[in-house]
């Protein structure tokens, strides 16, 4: 399968890995390889200091739930929304939060980014690993990635309809001193271009400095 038909290792042997932790995946969902992972894994030092004070998160295109759970073992006070526009997705996160026993801290929840969002929810944190990926650039990639549900992975033909979106939107959802903190692939330039007055801080990971950015609610547009 994985010679022959070019299926994505994850999918042929129904699971894969981010750092030490395990997640149950499928065709229903993209393979999870996020930077923000390592991220949570040091409890995004040092950007949040006291791990306790993350009490409310919102994972925004939670796909397999992956980032949502870490988020869950990173801050072990917080409740956190595992949000998804897809149906087929969220069956496969409800599998991991359940393999993960956080079914008390993860709730999944259907929403078109914050289109079901209560409208007075205000989160400490909110992460999100939206689709990113030119409409040119999906056309050039290995067939593996095509195998892939392309609603995760094509963000239009800059890359941003999906992060625009979010950018614009994240600040009424999070608290007062509230930070989002989304990867954009390799869009730095382009995101700074649509958004010239946002302080954008870049964080270094394992792919570069350029992939990952946090802001803070009050360098977000109002």
């Not at 595992?82 to 956080?102: E, F, G, H, R, W």
Request: aromatic letters at 8%; one cysteine or more; hydrophobic letters at 45%.
């Amino acid at each position: 399968e994985r010679i022959a038909r070019r299926i994505p290792a994850a999918y042929v042997l129904g699971e894969a890995w981010l750092g030490r932790h395990r997640f149950f995946v499928d065709e229903r969902v993209i393979v999870p390889r996020s930077f923000i992972a390592e991220l949570l894994n040091a409890g995004l030092r040092p950007w949040i200091v006291q791990r306790a004070s993350i009490r409310s998160c919102l994972d925004l295109c939670t796909g397999s739930g992956c980032l949502a759970i870490l988020a869950a073992i990173a801050f072990p006070r917080a409740h956190v929304h595992a949000a998804d526009i897809s149906k087929a997705a969220l069956q496969v996160a409800k599998i991991n939060v359940v393999k993960a026993n956080l079914e008390k801290r993860v709730q999944i929840i259907q929403s078109d980014l914050f289109s079901r969002i209560p409208s007075g929810r205000r989160y400490n944190l909110i992460i999100s690993n939206p689709p990113y990926v030119t409409t040119r650039e999906m056309s050039r990639l290995p067939p593996e990635y095509r195998k892939e549900p392309s609603i995760s992975l094509v963000g239009g033909p800059d890359g941003l309809a999906v992060v625009r979106r979010i950018i614009h939107k994240a600040r009424r959802f999070l608290t007062d001193d509230g930070d989002l903190v989304m990867e954009i692939g390799h869009n730095k330039r382009t995101v700074e271009r649509a958004f010239p007055h946002t302080p954008f801080t870049w964080i270094q990971t394992t792919g570069g400095p350029d992939m990952v950015f946090l802001l803070k609610a009050s360098e977000l547009p109002a």
